[in-house]
């Protein structure tokens, strides 16, 4: 019996770290695991989730586990998949062993989509929006360029170097540095509406939702630690710019 709960409590906690670890919310990760356990007959648990850990207890049993996330990031296909899964055994179509070894999959799984489909994907994305606040053609090839550039060195940074928003300020101050060299060399317009096209693929619009999301459902302490990391996230961006703006 203690080897089943410990199996368990093990599935319910990679389950909630994949999601966690992947952009998923607090209540969204609590509930999952909540119903895991229960659909293998452990219908008394308890988890509590925050950005940077998840405890999950049963009551009854001297079971409690602590496990830290150190690293999130955006991958909403893996939230999904676990979903997916989790639904899978409310149902009853999974085993332990089975629900296991998918679990294990989706955490061996690399991203969605390689880093030269994300970085063509911001960089479009960067040109739409200098397009859509007014800047026009002339500005959708220039920003196409510094957004584009922006986002590669985001991901970069970040794979390598591990502190937090030091690559959104790095990123952001690429991106600066881009608009401000095709000005200079006459590509482009205006420098304001190239800059806000070029960084906004770097806004963290997932920590926000996440963190109104949250506080709707009760969640105050992982709402609020979301709203700080957005609004820590905003200020390295907006410094990185006005840094570059400063050396202009």
Known sequence: MTERIDEVMEICLLAGKLMLESGGETYRV???MTRIAASFGMSRSHGYVTPTAIIFSIEGTDSTRLIRISDRST???KVAVVNDISRRISRGELTLEEARKELEE???APMSYPLWQQ???AALASA?????IGGGMVHFFPSLFS???AFWCFEMVHRFVKIRFFAEFFAAFVAGGLVLLMVQAGFGGDIGKMIIGSVLPLVPGLAITNAVRDLMAGHLIAGLSRGAEAFLTAFAIGTGIAFVLSIR
């Open 30 to 32: 609590e509930d999952t």
């Open 75 to 77: 991958d909403l296909a």
């Open 106 to 108: 989706v955490r061996r």
């Open 119 to 121: 970085t063509a994907a």
């Open 128 to 132: 739409c929006f200098a397009s859509l």
């Open 147 to 149: 957004g584009g550039g």
